[in-house]
C-alpha cells in the first residue's frame, strides 16, 4: 500500500493490482517448483547451485547480499526521513539520533534468537492486514466504490508497465525461502507459506487500492500517501495508526531481510548464524550513520544500486531455472514460459532502476 500509488496510475488501481498480481504468479510459481526438491538456507543460491553449480551460485549469493547490505540501511533512512517525520513532525530536530538508535534496537532483535523475530512479525504483519483493511473502508465510506478503477483502460503500454510495476513489489516474498531449513514441515509448509502470504495480500491490497481511484491525487503523491488519506478522510488517531504501521510494515522487512542474509551467509561460509549476526551489524550500523552526512543523497543513489543489485540476482534464478528442470528430466513448455514471463519481469525492474532519474 505505501508504494503502490508511485509505481501506478492510480485511475486503474483495482485493475493494475488484480493484474500485478497475477504477474507475480510467475516467479511464485518459479520459487515453488524449485522449492518442491530444494529447502536450504541458501535459499535462492541453493537454487542457482542445483542448476548450475556451486560457482554461479556463488555470484549470485554475493549479488544478493550486496544488494540487501545497502537495503537494510537505506530502509532505515526512509523510515525515519520520510515516513516518521510526516506521521510526527516534530521530531525532525532528532532523526539524526533516532537514524543511529533504529538499526540497533532491529539488531538486539535479533539477536533474541529467530523465534521471538517472527512471533513479532506474525503479529505485526496482523495488525497491518487489519489496518490495512480499515483504511479500504474509511475510503469506500467517503469516495465510493469506483467500478472505473477495474473498468478504465490506459491501452496496452500503460497496462503492461503499471501492473509490472506492482508485480515488483512483491518480490520480498522470497524471503521465507532462506528459512526453509529451520521449519518444521520443511519444504511443504514453505510452499504453503509463500502461497498464502501472496494471495492473502494480493485480496487486502486490492481492496485497499482500488477505490484510490476517486482519491484526490494529491494525496496520493504525498511521501507516505495512507497517513495523508487517512488524515483527510479520518481522525488523527487513525492517521497515526496507519503511518506507524506502514513504518512499522517497512522495518518488518528489514527483520526478515537481516534473518535471510544472515542465513545464506552461513550456507556459503559455514560461520555460526549468532556469529554473522553480530558481523552484520557492524556494515549495517556504520552505513546507517554515514547517512546523516546527506539522507537525502543516500536515499536516492543507495536505493538505485540495491535495486540493480537485486534484480540482477533474480535475473539468474530465473535464467537457470530451464536448465534445473532439464538436468532432473522434467523440462516443459510450462517451465520455459514461467521462466522467461519471471525473467521478462525481472529485466523490466533492471531497467527501471538504472534508467530512472536521480537528482544530484
Not at 535462492?44 to 544478493?64: H, N, P, S, T, Y
Not at 495488525?127 to 483504511?135: S, T, W
Not at 545464506?264 to 549468532?274: A, D, M, N, Q
Request: with cysteine; proline share 5%; aromatic share 12%.
Amino acid at each position: 500500500m505505501i508504494y503502490v500509488p508511485g509505481a501506478a496510475d492510480m485511475r486503474l488501481a483495482g485493475l493494475l493490482t488484480v493484474l500485478g498480481a497475477a504477474l507475480y504468479a510467475l516467479p511464485l510459481a518459479v520459487w515453488l517448483r524449485y522449492s518442491k526438491e530444494i529447502v536450504s538456507a541458501g535459499g535462492l543460491a541453493a537454487f542457482v547451485e542445483a542448476a548450475v553449480g556451486r560457482r554461479a551460485a556463488l555470484v549470485q549469493a554475493a549479488i544478493w547480499s550486496f544488494s540487501y547490505f545497502l537495503y537494510l540501511p537505506y530502509t532505515v533512512t526512509d523510515i525515519v526521513y520520510e515516513m516518521l517525520a510526516d506521521v510526527f513532525p516534530g521530531i525532525s530536530p532528532w532523526r539524526w539520533l533516532i537514524e543511529l538508535i533504529v538499526p540497533v534496537v532491529i539488531v538486539g532483535l535479533v539477536l533474541l534468537g529467530t523465534r521471538p523475530v517472527l512471533q513479532l512479525l506474525f503479529v505485526s504483519a496482523a495488525l497491518q492486514l487489519v489496518l490495512m483493511l480499515a483504511l479500504g473502508f474509511v475510503v469506500v465510506a467517503k469516495v465510493g466504490a469506483p467500478t472505473r478503477s477495474f473498468t478504465h483502460s490506459p491501452g496496452a503500454h500503460g497496462l503492461a508497465h503499471g501492473s509490472a510495476n506492482i508485480a515488483l513489489l512483491f518480490l520480498c516474498g522470497s524471503l521465507p525461502i532462506f528459512l526453509g531449513a529451520e521449519v518444521v514441515g520443511g519444504a511443504r509448509v514453505v510452499r504453503r507459506t509463500l502461497l498464502a502470504a501472496g494471495a492473502i495480500v494480493a485480496l487486502y491490497l486490492v481492496f485497499a487500492t482500488f477505490p484510490l481511484a476517486a482519491v484526490d491525487p494529491s494525496l496520493l503523491h504525498a511521501n507516505l500517501p495512507g497517513y495523508a488519506i487517512a488524515s483527510a478522510y479520518s481522525s488523527r488517531w487513525f492517521a497515526i495508526a496507519v503511518g506507524v504501521g506502514a513504518a512499522a510494515s517497512v522495518a518488518g522487512v528489514i527483520l526478515a531481510e537481516y534473518l535471510a542474509l544472515s542465513r545464506l551467509l552461513f550456507s556459503v561460509t559455514g560461520i555460526p548464524v549468532r556469529r554473522l549476526l553480530k558481523w552484520i551489524a557492524v556494515p549495517f550500523v556504520a552505513i546507517d550513520a554515514l547517512s546523516i552526512i546527506n539522507p537525502d543523497w543516500f536515499d536516492e543513489h543507495v536505493l538505485r544500486w540495491s535495486l540493480i543489485a537485486l534484480f540482477l540476482s533474480e535475473l539468474i534464478v530465473f535464467g537457470v531455472f530451464p536448465v534445473y528442470r532439464r538436468r532432473r528430466g522434467k523440462l516443459t513448455a510450462v517451465d520455459v514460459l514461467l521462466a522467461a514471463g519471471a525473467f521478462a519481469l525481472m529485466a523490466w525492474g533492471l531497467y527501471r532502476a538504472i534508467a530512472s532519474p536521480v537528482s544530484t
